[in-house]
């Protein structure tokens, strides 16, 4: 990294916390980087480095922005948004954490960073699709950070959680989380891929952030993209391999009145084209996102040899 900060990040003596963060997004804006690991707009993504690099809390508010940091700590600032810049580093791996849920996570490049609609899903138990008082057992495939599986522990009372991750590195990031958040006694992580690693269990909802990204699009991504692993995106050719395997052992892993919940983002329209006469129920989210489909035991089990023939 450069001893100085970049031109771009001109700021006026005595700036502020505010002028700072306008510092921050103009220069986001003229650099045309990418938001799309948590972060609506450059605003948005300024606001969170500045903050993060001045250790202030964001329910402090308008007073935060009133304030006048010492010159260390405005070069510390303008050293992480030349970062977001020049390295186009997702935010949240340079602060080393993200949101999901309202819950705080640990973040690197072993995982990427959560970003999904699944935690509306989360907070609201559900409901309607399911009970969430009857929902005992969890199966979270692909667990990442965890995110996932921790959330349905913080919010789902009772709920044991058995959380599948392919990627050792991945796991140590995940275990950091569990411990991090208390939750030990009641999520569990499994090394291995997809059902491996549960055999013949069986749970009452299963969720699913698998990779999701065709081979084509891969080399499309916006650079912030790949920075995240490989392996949590990238889905063969028409980004839907690790969906069809899914589909397609779901039905003999849930109990009876069990659900599958899957998001495969943009892969929506080619999952459709691909089992044209299965009944996925595409949910809508009030704060935004999409690409997430519901499926009960009796649909997948309905269905299941068209599955099975595609997996």
């Given at each position: 990294m450069a001893d100085s900060p970049p031109h771009e990040f001109e700021v006026p003596p005595g700036a502020t916390v505010l002028d700072l963060i306008r510092t921050g997004a103009v220069a986001f804006e003229r650099a045309g980087l990418c938001y799309g690991h948590g972060m609506a707009n450059a605003i948005d993504e300024a606001a969170a480095l500045v903050f993060h690099a001045l250790d202030l809390e964001h329910t402090a508010g308008a007073a935060a922005y009133r304030l006048r940091p010492e010159a260390a700590d405005v070069e510390r600032v303008l050293r992480l948004l030349a970062s977001r810049v020049e390295r186009r580093v997702p935010a949240a791996y340079l602060m080393g954490r993200m949101w999901f849920a309202d819950l705080e996570f640990e973040v690197d490049e072993r995982v990427i960073v959560p970003r999904s609609p699944f935690a509306e899903l989360i907070?609201?138990?559900f409901e309607p699709w399911l009970r969430a008082g009857e929902i005992r057992r969890v199966l979270d495939i692909g667990t990442g950070s965890a995110c996932i599986a921790i959330?349905?522990?913080?919010?789902?009372?009772?709920?044991?959680?058995?959380?599948?991750?392919?990627?050792?590195a991945a796991l140590e990031v995940a275990r950091h989380n569990v411990a991090k958040h208390a939750v030990g006694g009641r999520?569990?992580?499994?090394?291995?891929?997809?059902?491996?690693p549960v055999a013949d269990q069986r749970y009452d909802l299963i969720v699913a952030n698998p990779p999701y990204v065709s081979d084509s699009e891969m080399s499309e991504l916006p650079a912030e993209y790949r920075h995240e692993p490989d392996l949590a995106l990238r889905s063969g050719i028409d980004g839907l391999d690790v969906t069809r395997r899914i589909l397609a052992g779901a039905a003999q892993h849930l109990e009876n009145g069990g659900a599958l919940f899957?998001?495969?983002?943009?892969?929506?329209?080619?999952?459709?084209?691909?089992?044209?006469?299965v009944p996925f129920l595409w949910l809508e989210f009030e704060h935004g996102g999409g690409g997430v489909f519901m499926l009960t035991r009796e649909d997948l089990a309905r269905h299941r040899h068209a599955f099975c023939s595609q997996a």
């Open positions: 907070m609201a138990g959330a349905c522990a913080k919010y789902l009372e009772g709920v044991t959680v058995d959380a599948v991750e392919l990627s050792p999520v569990r992580l499994l090394q291995g891929d997809v059902y491996g899957v998001e495969v983002g943009d892969s929506e329209e080619r999952l459709q084209q691909a089992f044209p006469t």
